[in-house]
């Protein structure tokens, strides 16, 4: 197949407003010492929230759960999990 006819698209988005910035960064310092729960593939592990490693996926990620993704910018809902307790904020939503 010819480079020329291969064509990709990507989506991003733009810097966090300082707002949600501030807010993503006070939510990081309340967090410490909390865990959540996330089931995946029938199994549910309870994984600490580390602010350093990321947001929530990339949390569980780094806990070796396989959890599904593709733009990680809030755009193609492929990490689209049900929140059953608790509150978490998005720090980008394009919707
Ligand atoms: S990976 Fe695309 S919205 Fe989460």
Same mark, same amino acid.
């Given at each position: 197949?010819?480079? *020329?006819?291969? $064509? =990709?698209? &990507? ?5 966090? =407003? *300082? !707002? /949600? ?5 006070? $939510? *990081?310092? /309340? ?5 959540? =729960? ?5 199994? &549910? /592990?309870?994984?600490?929230? !580390? *602010?350093?490693?990321?947001? $929530? $996926?990339?949390?569980? /990620?780094?806990?070796?759960?396989? @959890?599904?993704? %593709? #733009?990680? @910018?809030?755009? #193609? %809902?492929? #990490? &689209?999990? &049900?929140?059953? %307790?608790?509150?978490? +904020?998005? +720090? +980008?939503? +394009? %919707?």
């Amino acid at each position: 197949m010819s480079p *020329a006819v291969i $064509l =990709s698209e &990507r989506f991003a988005t733009g810097p966090i =407003s *300082a !707002e /949600r910035a501030a807010a993503a960064h006070a $939510l *990081a310092k /309340r967090g410490g010492g909390v865990s959540f =729960s996330a089931t995946l593939g029938g199994g &549910r /592990r309870t994984i600490p929230f !580390e *602010a350093a490693l990321g947001d $929530l $996926l990339d949390i569980a /990620r780094a806990a070796s759960l396989h @959890a599904p993704f %593709a #733009c990680k @910018a809030g755009v #193609c %809902a492929t #990490c &689209r999990a &049900r929140v059953t %307790a608790g509150e978490v +904020t998005m +720090t +980008t939503n +394009t %919707a």
